[in-house]
Each structure stands twice: as structure tokens, then as C-alpha cells.
């Protein structure tokens, strides 16, 4: 069974790991820029919709906000894995003991389980036709505290990857 070492061999040795090392500076720079607009679209959007989860700005309809917010925060997200798969590409082998890489991945992972979660729950599928009940608020205040928990500690654990 393959392991996590050959999975970044093979990203690494792949096309998409020669372009990103062969193709210039800039192709990495503007990749990287475009890693940091998709957590800076991704988290400005679902930050909003979490304080809203948990309280703040309890006058502005929850459905109003995430009509806004959902597609913002779905984009930013689309945008931070495409080109994150591209900056791990370009030297993925140098990241395979670096455990800020795993506390990243199960961070992201465990934040998009919270989103399926949210958007599972009936309070959340019911926003725009009815307030949540006082144990729907509590479920959402959770989930929207689980959210920013699970996002704060993606970002930090990236940022921390270099430092490694």
C-alpha cells in the first residue's frame, strides 16, 4: 500500500511539480498570491457567518449574510486548494516529516465536515423561512465556534510550515 512519502514523490516528480520549479519565480509568486487571496476570500467570508453563529450581529438575518458570505467563502476555498496543490507540488518530499502539514490537512478536513454538518442541520436548511429554536442557536453557535477553531488552526499550521 502506497504511503504518504510516495504520494509526494509522485506530486513532486509530476508535471504540475516540474512546472511549478522549471517555469520561473514568478509562476510561484503569483501562485503563492493566489493562495493567500483564496484563505484571505475563505476565511474574511466564513469568519462573518461564525460571529453570526455565535452571536454578534443577531439583528442581521443569518439568511442575508450567507447568501453573501457561502459563495465568497466557496470560491476562496476552490481557489486555496488548487494553488496550494500547487505550491506542495513544487517540493512536496521536503514537506513528508514537517507535521504542521498534517495538523493543516486534518484542520481542513475537519472544517469541511462542520460545513456538511451546518448545512445538514435544519436550522441551517430553514434560515430563510424560520428563526432556530434556543437548542438550534446553541448547535449553530457550536458549529460556527467549530469553524473557527478548525480554520484559524488551518491558517496557523500553514504559516508555520515554512518554519519548519
Not at 514523490?9 to 504540475?16: D, G, I, K, T
Not at 428563526?131 to 491558517?155: D, I
Request: proline residues 4%; charged residues 15%.
Amino acid at each position: 500500500m502506497p504511503d504518504v512519502r510516495d504520494f509526494m514523490a509522485w506530486l513532486q516528480a509530476s508535471p504540475l511539480g516540474h512546472f511549478m520549479r522549471e517555469s520561473g519565480v514568478w509562476t510561484y509568486a503569483l501562485v503563492n498570491l493566489s493562495h493567500i487571496l483564496g484563505i484571505a476570500a475563505l476565511f474574511g467570508a466564513i469568519v462573518i457567518v461564525d460571529l453570526r453563529l455565535l452571536g454578534v450581529w443577531r439583528r442581521l438575518p443569518l439568511a442575508v449574510l450567507a447568501e453573501a458570505a457561502a459563495p465568497v467563502a466557496a470560491c476562496g476555498f476552490l481557489l486555496a486548494a488548487a494553488s496550494g496543490v500547487g505550491l506542495l507540488a513544487t517540493k512536496a518530499t521536503e514537506y513528508t516529516g514537517n507535521p504542521f502539514l498534517y495538523v493543516k490537512f486534518q484542520a481542513i478536513a475537519l472544517g469541511l465536515l462542520n460545513v456538511l454538518a451546518l448545512s445538514l442541520s435544519p436550522a441551517w436548511r430553514d434560515r430563510r423561512t424560520r428563526e432556530p429554536s434556543a437548542r438550534e442557536t446553541h448547535q449553530l453557535a457550536l458549529m460556527g465556534g467549530t469553524s473557527l477553531a478548525c480554520w484559524l488552526a488551518a491558517m496557523g499550521a500553514g504559516r508555520l510550515i515554512a518554519y519548519w
